[in-house]
């Protein structure tokens, strides 16, 4: 196998159908690869029945996608998935290999790092090259999200890091786009496991569609009472979108868990993103600064919030809502008539 630098993205699939993950990890690789010496993106996709799952990363961004396919691979396991991916990466020694931060990313990519004695950054948010250097520049919030830390590996490679689901748009499938798909055979012997899997079951107090969401609307502790967060379930159903909730809204217990956004909760990119009494703390951006819009109702005028928003009012959410929630039920009125 001949030696390839660049930039490499591990892809994740489930019972043969790509995780939409992968196609956000491709956007943050495509936009490195650009950036570092306009190099190829490499993707790895591991798995079993993954041939369609790898056209379409090729659609999505990738130069080449490395398959490792066998039916022993169609259930993630650490074990097996870190000796192999140990040996392809010796073999091919990229600068750079991202993952998502998924249970799968947050799993596998510390036992890699460990293997390959390389440094890796946890859970990023933001990644870019720095232009001198060339050095992958690694952000995530830390210091219990009080500040946002960048972080370097000058001296090992790969060059690894976790990144956030919803942390960045996929780019547009373009079916036209040519890419190599390359087969790697599969070493018997790096299959075994010592994980025997009994079973799959959804935890099903964790969903909730806020992550595929297109419209977000999000309250904080500035609605001051469980009654008037419960007009944004009605908002958002009427406007098609989902509700997001503060930490402090969800400790509140005027949302559930399943609708945190932030550090601790869940990250999400919708195209439009409202934060109504909501301050804007960095573990709140955290998990919405990436979305297409954003629009902030807020009483006090210096709140964080309004540095990251597109649209900024200025309101008194006992005043604001009512008369929103009017304003959308008259419009839907003169609609029905
Ligand atoms: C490790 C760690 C992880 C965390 N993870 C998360 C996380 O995932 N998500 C998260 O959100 N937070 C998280 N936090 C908490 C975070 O730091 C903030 O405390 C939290 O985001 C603040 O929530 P808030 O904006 O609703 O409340 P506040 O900061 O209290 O802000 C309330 C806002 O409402 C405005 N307001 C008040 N009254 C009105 C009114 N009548 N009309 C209009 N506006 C009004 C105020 O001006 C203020 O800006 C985390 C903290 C730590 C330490």
Redesign the pocket.
């Known amino acids: 196998m001949s030696r390839s630098s660049g930039v490499w993205v591990l892809g994740e699939q489930r019972n043969g159908t790509l995780h939409s993950v992968s196609h956000e990890l491709l956007a943050w690789g495509r936009s490195l690869a650009d950036d570092y010496s306009e190099s190829t993106l490499d993707c790895v996709l591991v798995g079993h029945g993954v041939r369609e799952g790898a056209e379409a990363l090729i659609h999505h961004g990738a130069d080449r996608v490395y398959c490792l396919d066998h039916p022993e691979l169609a259930i993630y396991r650490t074990d097996s998935y870190a000796a192999l991916l140990e040996a392809l990466l010796r073999d091919y020694d990229p600068d750079i290999l991202l993952a998502a931060a998924t249970t799968m990313g947050r799993t596998l990519l510390p036992v890699l790092a460990a293997r390959l004695h390389a440094g890796l950054t946890a859970d990023c948010t933001g990644l870019r090259i720095d232009p001198d250097s060339k050095l992958l520049l690694q952000t995530r919030p830390a210091i219990?999200?009080n500040v946002m830390a960048t972080i370097k590996t000058s001296y090992h490679r790969p060059q690894m890091a976790t990144v956030r689901p919803k942390s960045k748009r996929s780019l547009h499938a373009d079916p036209t786009r040519d890419g190599e798909i390359i087969s790697v055979p599969v070493d018997a012997s790096r299959l075994s496991s010592r994980v025997r899997r009994v079973g799959f079951a959804v935890d099903e107090t964790m969903g909730s569609p806020i992550q595929d969401a297109e419209l977000v609307i999000a309250g904080?502790?500035?609605l001051?009472t469980a009654k008037r967060f419960q007009t944004l379930f009605e908002i958002a159903e009427r406007l098609g979108g989902v509700v997001g909730a503060?930490?402090?809204?969800v400790d509140q217990g005027w949302a559930p868990y399943a609708h945190?956004?932030?550090?601790?909760?869940k990250s999400v990119s919708p195209a439009t993103y409202v934060a109504l009494?909501?301050?804007g703390?960095p573990?709140?951006l955290a998990?919405m600064s990436s979305s297409d819009r954003i629009i902030a109702?807020?009483?006090?005028p210096e709140?964080a919030i309004f540095q990251v928003a597109d649209v900024g009012i200025v309101?008194?959410?006992?005043e604001f809502l009512p008369s929103w929630l009017e304003r959308i039920q008259s419009l839907n009125g003169e609609r029905a008539s």
């Open positions: 219990g999200g904080g502790r500035g001051r503060s930490r402090c809204a945190q956004v932030g550090l601790s909760g009494g909501i301050s703390s573990n709140h998990g109702v807020n009483s006090d709140a309101a008194d959410l006992s």
